[in-house]
């Protein structure tokens, strides 16, 4: 039977507010007084060629005058778009360290587990680095990268790209302004997409910890950091998390599937359909995630991939061994907390999920929408709407483009504050990455007395 009683809520006034976002931007008048900065690309797969694709919207800024890659397919594309004659082409990066020094920086994007080596070199070399993230896969490297960078002073911004995304710098000024007063919880939430957790981690590059590395680290070590960055100035003093291993088990498997996409006859019933998200959009003249399983895709190409490659593997019968959801919990010194969460299985791709809880009002971020902040006082609700500009530049909503810009400005200027994702402050957010992962693994709450925020 129901209850006659009801709860009234107090009535909210909705006020719109756009503000442009306050990131340092170079015009092309005062490009034309700097020097142009030149880079070597060492990884020449997605993120290398994102990055460099900078030079073709600032050619006054930003020059790319050498590829190191060992897929042919990679390094001769980055060698035609940017007419690299074939002595600034190579195979191997310690071919370039063999030489003078050849640009003022270099952008390294080789796989996860291959960023330290290249990074300790270049730095000793004397060039200046971006680095993809993560900085390294194992404490000791990340470690081993931010003590040559400060020997030999090298301008290092790792590619924590999610603080130049302009919402979040919004939300970041927000907090600070105090206008919700102390922040006492903030909960950060990562869809990562059905199938793009299947692509990548469960048939793709990082599926296997020991070939990569753990979801935390590959996937939302950048999430953690956005924590710190919220929390700036505020110590963690524990951490916990929880996560598993859910759905792409062999037990998980569908009767009657087979350990091939390509001839399996439940293959049309299955979400994870590597003829869904490969096959089916070639066919409709759409590359997609083709591009990333053969070099040149095609119909045919495609085809082969998926019958011999292992994009074309049953999800349930892959090597992959990484969580496919996990929570971590942190507690920060003056008795504020936070909680993070990542889930393979949403409709929605990698659009973050925020909310931030203060002692006068709670601000709300939903991935691709403005910030809205209810305020308790007023009862009013405020929307705010940063302007994103350069959204069309790589991904994250143009954070990739204000990240390389950002890094462009340091060295022209010679001005490491223009980098917010430098050496020091990587390497704290990384350290907790790692001590979340091991309260996960070893079933207990840890104090990461080093990592100091």
């Known amino acids: 039977m129901g209850n006659n009683n009801t709860i009234n809520r107090p009535t909210t006034t909705i006020i719109n507010r756009e503000e442009s976002d306050n990131i340092d931007k170079m015009s092309e008048v005062e490009a034309e007084e700097t020097k142009i900065i030149t880079a070597v690309i060492v990884g020449a797969g997605?993120?290398?060629?994102?990055?460099?694709?900078?030079?073709?919207?600032?050619?006054?800024?930003?020059?790319?005058?050498?590829?190191?890659?060992?897929?042919?397919?990679?390094?001769t594309y980055i060698q035609k778009r940017y007419k690299l004659t074939d002595e600034t082409v190579f195979e191997d990066f310690n071919d370039i360290l063999k030489l003078e020094k050849l640009a003022d920086c270099?952008?390294?994007?080789?796989?996860?587990?291959?960023?330290?080596?290249?990074?300790?070199?270049?730095?000793?070399?004397?060039?200046?680095?971006?680095?993809?993230?993560?900085?390294?896969?194992?404490?000791?490297?990340?470690?081993?990268?931010?003590?040559?960078?400060?020997?030999?002073?090298?301008?290092?911004?790792v590619g924590h790209v999610l603080r130049y995304y302009p919402?979040?710098?919004?939300?970041?000024?927000?907090?600070?302004?105090?206008?919700?007063?102390?922040?006492?919880?903030?909960?950060?939430?990562?869809?990562?997409?059905?199938?793009?957790?299947?692509?990548?981690?469960?048939?793709?590059?990082?599926?296997?910890e020991d070939e990569s590395t753990f979801v935390l680290m590959a996937k939302c070590c950048h999430d953690i950091d956005l924590l710190l960055w919220w929390f700036e100035g505020q110590r963690c003093t524990k951490v916990s998390s929880f996560?598993?291993?859910?759905?792409?088990?062999?037990?998980?498997?569908?009767?009657?599937?087979?350990?091939?996409?390509?001839?399996?006859?439940?293959?049309?019933?299955?979400?994870?359909?590597?003829?869904?998200?490969?096959?089916?959009?070639?066919?409709?003249?759409?590359?997609?995630?083709?591009?990333?399983?053969?070099?040149?895709?095609?119909?045919?190409?495609?085809?082969?991939?998926?019958?011999?490659?292992?994009?074309g593997r049953c999800v349930y019968e892959s090597d992959n061994d990484v969580c496919d959801n996990q929570v971590v919990n942190f507690e920060f010194e003056n008795g504020q907390t936070a909680t993070f969460s990542m889930v393979a299985f949403t409709e929605k791709l990698c659009e973050r999920q925020v909310k931030v809880f203060g002692t006068m009002g709670e601000l709300t971020f939903n991935g691709s929408g403005p910030i809205s902040r209810f305020d308790f006082n007023s009862k009013e609700i405020f929307i705010h709407k940063p302007v994103c500009s350069f959204s069309g530049f790589g991904g994250h909503g143009g954070a990739d483009y204000h990240l390389i810009n950002s890094f462009v400005h340091a060295l022209a200027e010679n001005d490491p504050s223009k980098v917010v994702t430098g050496a020091d402050i990587s390497l704290r957010s990384h350290l907790l990455v790692f001590r979340a992962e091991q309260a996960r693994v070893e079933g207990r709450v840890v104090v990461p007395e080093d990592v100091l925020v």
Not at 120 to 134: M, Q, T, W
């Open 167 to 208: 919402p979040l710098q919004k939300l970041k000024e927000l907090i600070n302004s105090g206008i919700i007063g102390d922040v006492v919880n903030i909960h950060l939430h990562e869809p990562v997409g059905f199938y793009h957790f299947a692509h990548s981690y469960v048939r793709g590059n990082w599926r296997n």
């Open 46 to 75: 997605n993120r290398g060629q994102m990055y460099a694709e900078f030079s073709k919207i600032h050619p006054k800024k930003f020059k790319v005058v050498a590829v190191a890659d060992p897929k042919k397919f990679a390094r």
């Open 243 to 311: 996560g598993s291993l859910f759905q792409f088990r062999k037990e998980k498997k569908p009767e009657g599937a087979s350990s091939r996409c390509m001839d399996c006859i439940v293959e049309k019933e299955c979400p994870y359909s590597a003829k869904k998200m490969y096959l089916d959009p070639i066919k409709e003249g759409c590359v997609g995630w083709s591009s990333v399983i053969c070099d040149e895709p095609s119909i045919e190409s495609v085809t082969d991939a998926l019958r011999n490659g292992p994009y």
């Open 106 to 157: 270099v952008v390294i994007a080789t796989p996860d587990a291959l960023h330290k080596e290249p990074a300790v070199g270049f730095a000793n070399a004397g060039y200046h680095i971006l680095l993809e993230k993560p900085m390294a896969v194992t404490e000791e490297d990340c470690r081993e990268i931010v003590a040559a960078c400060k020997k030999n002073n090298t301008i290092l911004s």
